[in-house]
């Protein structure tokens, strides 16, 4: 079983400097992937970015939903247990909670259900 804990939610100004963290209890998993999705209110779980330990045949550890690409930055630790998302320029929009997610190996997909292990969520608040 592994356990993510998010930090970083809040209320902020459109423009704040913002992010994330999600810290995963699991470390001995050869490679892991820790994706980074988001629900608006009345609206879908959607993906923003993942972040794999093991480098993808496209030669990046990262990749972004393309309708998102620009608007955030993900970026992973040495110890592989911890994921940070860099919100680039937060805008009313990106009000949601922000929810970390795992999967065992490179996992290259933006499908919730791809993902086994699911944090508790952070809030995040953008006013204009």
């Known amino acids: 079983q592994v356990h993510l804990k998010e930090t970083g939610g809040g209320v902020i100004q459109a423009g704040e400097s913002l992010t994330l963290s999600c810290t995963a209890s699991?470390?001995?998993?050869?490679?892991?992937?820790l994706a980074w999705f988001r629900q608006a209110p009345g609206k879908e779980r959607e993906f923003v970015a993942a972040f794999s330990t093991k480098i993808h045949l496209n030669g990046d550890n990262a990749y972004y939903a393309e309708s998102l690409k620009g608007r955030f930055t993900i970026s992973g630790s040495d110890t592989k247990d911890t994921v940070n998302l860099q919100v680039n320029n937060p805008l009313p929009e990106d009000t949601a909670v922000y929810y970390c997610a795992a999967a065992r190996g490179a996992v290259l997909s933006t499908r919730p259900n791809a993902y086994e292990y699911w944090g508790q969520g952070t809030r995040v608040t953008v006013s204009s």
């Open positions: 699991e470390r001995s998993f050869d490679v892991i992937t």
